[in-house]
């Protein structure tokens, strides 16, 4: 784990993980272990538990016990604010360490892993304030003998349910916010990306945090994901990941206890761009948006919408940059794109590669798996197609294929961007700001961006519009989502008798 080395070693052997409960570490036992191979180079690096419903039921009343006796919820919003700023200084020391174990179970390439460990620092540090900020409100105008006062209370136990594609980003775009409202978490990472959540675990007991307060089990989603989404002591639910679990999140919830969701789903993210943007910076935009993260990113730009007047030579701006960015060893200081996560979503994306050609889609670049000699690799590639009947137009495909499709009009750039169930993102490029602002306000999604692609910091709440979510994560409704309201009204004075 040098960084100063040109490439990284992978690990002798695997390195074995336990799972984390009310403040240390259970050692796997006996427990099944879920061995997990990096995706860039084929060899197993990590193992970790397949925890059992028995040790979900103690995560859970680990993290019952620990909110019911306040003692996070009843600290004040500074001291939790102390806790938060101190996981932030833990996590700065230990980027590096992240990041490897990031790089290694995901296949992202390690300088990008670092890049977002440390963008989580920033998440951490931001709550930290935003908890000490969240107040509720007073009505002093219902006359002499009344006084309305609203508070918000953390909502409870939050079950936390992630995705592969960012498994220590997407998590520390919720905890953080989640501690700072006084909630307690268990949370339940991908069970092929579980180590750096585990690591986060360990960092918040290091940082302070109170036992009980951050539990992970470790496990698949059929069995400890759905025994979270049913548990009767699970007060909210973040889930995040794809629209199909989405749909078995809401209905476990209706068939329990009701509890509150957040959903972070699918995508399907248009890039609007006109002939009169700056045609470099839009390419430039755009293949970063299609290949960030090999693609496997819920707010990826896989749509790209282009006025017709420049498609074709804006296509091959594209696949220009395309053919120069490095794919490679994630291990690399200098790859820009890595391996593809698991060999489900690899078989995935060549299945929708091969459904563009069959539908007669024309193919501009890439639409090769890559045999780089170990692990799993596909070439960036961009279909144009004239229409949004074809699959690959409509579906998340999850992976580094972008469709193109040419526009004649704002209105008609417009419909086809609002053409699909899904509301993530929109990337609109021009250096004309009246078609930026309207196109902005009549798009449908929830995080939207002008000249630029896959922005963003704390500050900024992010979810989805139609079936791409419910809810907001980070900023400060990312703190308002984990709190319930309540409404005290107060009498003053001597009471107008109902019996005289
Ligand atoms: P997934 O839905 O298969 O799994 C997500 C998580 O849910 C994993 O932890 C998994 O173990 C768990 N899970 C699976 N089945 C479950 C069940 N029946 N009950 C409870 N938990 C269950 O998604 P994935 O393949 O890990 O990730 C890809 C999907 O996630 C894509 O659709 C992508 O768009 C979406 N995603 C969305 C966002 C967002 O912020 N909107 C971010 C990242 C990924």
Redesign the pocket.
């Known amino acids: 784990m040098d960084k100063s080395s040109h490439v990284l070693t992978l690990p002798s052997e695997p390195r074995e993980f336990g799972f984390y409960m009310d403040g240390d570490w259970v050692a796997a036992g006996e427990r099944e272990m879920f061995e997990r191979a990096s995706p860039g180079h084929g060899v197993p690096v990590t193992r970790t538990p397949r925890c059992t419903e028995d040790d979900l039921n103690a995560a859970v009343a680990s993290a019952r016990t620990a909110f019911d006796d306040r003692r996070w919820s009843g600290l004040s919003a500074a001291d939790r604010s102390a806790v938060l700023l101190k996981a932030a200084e833990l996590i700065r020391e230990r980027i590096e360490e992240i990041a490897y174990w990031e790089t290694l179970e995901n296949g992202k390439p390690i300088a990008q892993a670092r890049a977002e460990v440390s963008g989580c620092v920033g998440m951490f540090e931001y709550a930290a304030g935003l908890g000490r900020a969240l107040h509720g409100e007073t009505y002093n105008n219902s006359g002499d003998n009344a006084l309305g006062v609203v508070t918000r209370e953390p909502i409870g136990v939050v079950g936390v349910?992630?995705?592969?594609?960012?498994p220590f980003l997407?998590l520390c775009e919720r905890v953080p916010y989640i501690l700072a409202a006084g909630c307690t978490i268990v949370a339940?990472?991908?069970?092929v990306t579980s180590v750096t959540t585990l690591l986060l675990a360990e960092i918040l007991s290091q940082a302070g945090l109170p036992d009980g307060v951050m539990n992970v089990v470790t496990g698949?989603?059929?069995t400890v994901?759905?025994k979270?989404?049913e548990h009767m002591d699970i007060d909210m639910l973040s889930?995040?990941?794809?629209?199909?679990?989405g749909r078995?999140?809401v209905e476990a919830s209706g068939r329990t206890n009701f509890k509150k969701l957040g959903l972070?789903?699918?995508?399907k993210n248009p890039q609007i761009v006109f002939a009169d943007a700056d045609l470099e910076d839009a390419a430039d935009g755009v293949a970063f948006g299609i290949a960030f993260n090999t693609g496997q990113c819920?707010v990826s730009g896989s749509r790209l919408l282009v006025e017709r007047s420049v498609v074709e030579e804006f296509s091959r701006m594209v696949a220009d940059k395309l053919s120069k960015a490095k794919i490679g060893d994630p291990l690399d200081e200098t790859t820009q794109i890595g391996a593809i996560t698991t060999d489900a979503q690899n078989s995935t994306i060549m299945s929708y590669i091969s459904k563009g050609q069959e539908d007669g889609a024309h193919l501009v670049c890439g639409g090769k798996q890559l045999d780089l000699g170990q692990g799993q690799y596909i070439e960036p590639t961009i279909f144009t197609c004239d229409s949004m009947d074809s699959a690959i137009a409509r579906e998340?495909i999850?992976g580094p294929v972008l469709t193109v499709i040419p526009f004649d009009t704002m209105d008609q750039a417009i419909a086809v961007a609002n053409d699909t169930e899904y509301g993530?993102a929109a990337s609109v490029w021009t250096k004309n700001i009246d078609k930026a602002l309207t196109v902005s306000r009549q798009v449908k999604a929830g995080r939207f961006w002008v000249n630029t692609t896959l922005a963003g910091g704390p500050e900024l709440p992010?979810g989805?519009f139609k079936q791409?979510?419910w809810g907001r994560e980070a900023g400060m409704h990312g703190v308002e989502e984990y709190t319930q309201i309540k409404s005290v009204h107060i009498e003053i004075g001597k009471r107008t008798p109902w019996v005289e």
Do not use: D, H, Y
């Not at 349910?161 to 960012?166: D, G, R, Y």
């Not at 339940?188 to 069970?191: A, L, R």
């Not at 889930?239 to 679990?245: M, N």
């Open positions: 349910i992630t995705p592969w594609n960012f997407i339940k990472p991908s069970e698949s989603g059929r994901g759905q979270l989404l889930f995040t990941g794809s629209t199909s679990v078995s999140v972070e789903l699918g995508g819920c998340e999850f993530l992010i989805g791409s979510g």
